[in-house]
Structures are given as structure tokens and as C-alpha cells.
């Protein structure tokens, strides 16, 4: 019996509980800082919506522990920034990853038109999943600490159990190599390997990237 992405994004919510006292610990001998008191939230954008495809990043450039207290986590912030725009938080990103998704969706989209959307890219968000590797929050700039942590087993276990639990059938890594999750998935997954999405580069080149590997070009 296939379950619903309600249930998936349940049993997301628990796997992060299970794992969180692990992961916090892990966490704070990486980065030498006190950890807030719980993860942060990940899963599927909108219920109604999505489209089997999952993102998964690296780190959040930061996220205090103000927002752990009140309870207000990335999954939650991330579904509202799909119906408006957030000018507190760096957008460029998510525009580019709603445009992507988008794509991903539909690549006979006029890219052209596609590469003028801002706001309205936004809702590309809606079809996807996503993830940290790092479930905590991160440095202005991923460093020794992030991979110290992208390397413990409690990170690769936890994200492979996410990958199982969303059975995605596309998976775009954002500043990623393809080698890191090679053995967490199936054969039938795509996978497709990005720059971060707030790389420095044209998004047209970024787009670019992404039409190539769609249409099985490297």
C-alpha cells in the first residue's frame, strides 16, 4: 500500500526526532558551538503538489536558535516563501530552484520566459522535497566544519532514510557530487548534479546545465 506524502512527511518529522540527539551531538563537535534544542524540519513543500523530485542542499546560512524555541523550522517557512516572497532571506537561491523545478517539470517551457520569472518562480517550489545534508544550520560559507559533519555516519544515515522514505524519481544535488549518495539510491532515479544555487554564474548557464542532464547530456 503506497503511502501519502502526508504519512512521508510524518515519518520524516520522526525520523529527525529519532535521530536528533545523535545528530545534535555530532553536530557540536563539528562546529564547537552550543546546538539548539531539536533539528530543523525538512520534507515535502506542499502535499497537494509534489511532483517526486527532491533538492537536497548542503546547510542553512544560519537559522537561530529563536526559530528552533518558536518552532517556526525551514519546512514550514519554505511552504509559505512558495506563495510569497520573502525579502528578509537571500531569494536569488530559491528562485533559481523554483525555475529549476519547473523545468523539471516541463522542459518544453520557453526558457527564455522561464529565466524572467522571479516571484512566480517561486511556485516551482511547490513540486519538490527538500534537504540538508546538514540538519542543524551552517557557517556563511561551508567549510572543514560542514564536511567533518557531511562525513559522519549519523548524516549519510539520516539523509539515506529521507531518499527512501520520499522515493523520489529525480533527486538534484546543489553543490553536490553525484558519488555521495551513490549507493542510497535506486537505479531508476535520476539524478541530477547542480551548482549550489547561489553560485556565482548566469542562471541561463545554470539552466543550461540543467537542460543538458535532462536530455541525458553531461
Request: proline share 3%.
Amino acid at each position: 500500500m503506497d503511502i501519502t506524502n502526508r504519512e512521508k512527511n510524518q515519518e520524516l518529522e520522526n525520523l529527525y526526532k529519532k535521530n536528533e540527539k545523535e545528530f545534535l551531538i555530532e553536530w557540536e563537535s563539528a562546529f564547537q558551538q552550543q546546538p539548539p534544542c531539536c533539528l530543523n524540519l525538512f520534507g515535502i513543500v506542499d502535499e497537494a503538489r509534489y511532483a517526486d523530485i527532491l533538492f537536497i542542499g548542503k546547510e542553512t546560512n544560519g537559522w537561530g536558535n529563536e526559530y528552533y524555541q518558536k518552532e517556526d523550522r525551514f519546512l514550514p517557512w519554505l511552504d509559505r516563501l512558495s506563495d510569497k516572497e520573502d525579502r528578509a532571506r537571500g531569494m536569488q537561491i530559491w528562485y533559481n530552484v523554483g525555475r529549476w523545478a519547473m523545468y523539471i517539470q516541463n522542459p518544453q517551457m520557453d526558457k527564455d520566459e522561464l529565466l524572467t520569472k522571479k516571484g512566480a518562480a517561486l511556485f516551482g517550489l511547490k513540486y519538490i522535497a527538500f534537504t540538508n545534508i546538514n540538519k542543524v544550520r551552517g557557517l556563511n560559507q561551508s567549510g572543514k566544519e560542514y564536511e567533518i559533519l557531511k562525513n559522519s555516519c549519523i548524516a549519510k544515515r539520516t539523509l539515506c532514510r529521507e531518499i527512501h522514505i520520499l522515493d523520489p524519481k529525480v533527486i538534484v544535488l546543489c553543490g553536490i557530487k553525484k558519488e555521495y549518495i551513490s549507493s542510497m539510491v535506486g537505479e531508476n532515479v535520476r539524478i541530477i548534479e547542480m551548482p549550489h544555487p547561489s553560485a556565482r554564474m548566469k542562471k541561463r548557464d545554470m539552466l543550461d546545465i540543467l537542460e543538458r542532464q535532462l536530455r541525458g547530456g553531461e
